[in-house]
């Protein structure tokens, strides 16, 4: 079983385009999905369109929402992240995910396959993947 924490731009990329491959994450089985109102309320911001919005609203009734924030998270020296991105690791680490699953390739792109403070860092495709090999593995 894991514990997936969603980015805002996971949240506002399944939303935004019909049948897309993030819509995976919702089928996928053994993985329980998080997020924070943070990162919804960033993705549904960015959505202008009434149709996405209603789509994120109906991914949302299988994600459960944290409200999170580690207000003085000491992340090791060697992490260096914009401010913007403190709630999303800091929530994603108190609600103890295993996995944050983000799309932020210009923040994230270091820290891709490797943990902080705990949870794994990794893009959607490399999670489902990872996901659907285990299952394949374990049958």
């Known amino acids: 079983m894991y514990t997936a924490f969603l980015d805002a ?7 935004y385009k019909p049948k897309n491959r993030l819509l995976k994450l919702w089928s996928l089985e053994n993985v329980t999905l998080i997020t924070s109102f943070y ?10 369109k009434a149709d996405q919005k209603t ?3 109906s991914l949302m009734r299988d994600v459960r929402i944290v409200m999170a924030v580690l207000p003085n ?27 944050l ?3 932020d390739i210009e923040h994230f792109e ?10 794994l860092i990794l893009r ?3 999670f489902i993947d ?8 374990s049958a």
Do not use: H, Q, W
């Open 9 to 15: 731009n996971v949240l506002f990329s399944a939303a």
């Open 39 to 48: 990162a919804l309320d960033e993705a549904n911001r960015n959505l202008v």
């Open 55 to 57: 789509m994120l609203e």
């Open 73 to 99: 998270l000491r992340l090791p020296p060697s992490i260096t992240l914009p401010e913007k991105d403190i709630p999303i690791i800091s929530a994603a680490i108190l609600a103890k995910a295993d996995v």
């Open 101 to 103: 699953v983000t799309g």
């Open 110 to 119: 270091p820290y891709f396959g490797k943990k902080i403070k705990g949870v």
């Open 124 to 126: 959607p495709s490399p």
């Open 130 to 137: 990872f996901v659907e090999k285990s299952r394949k593995d």
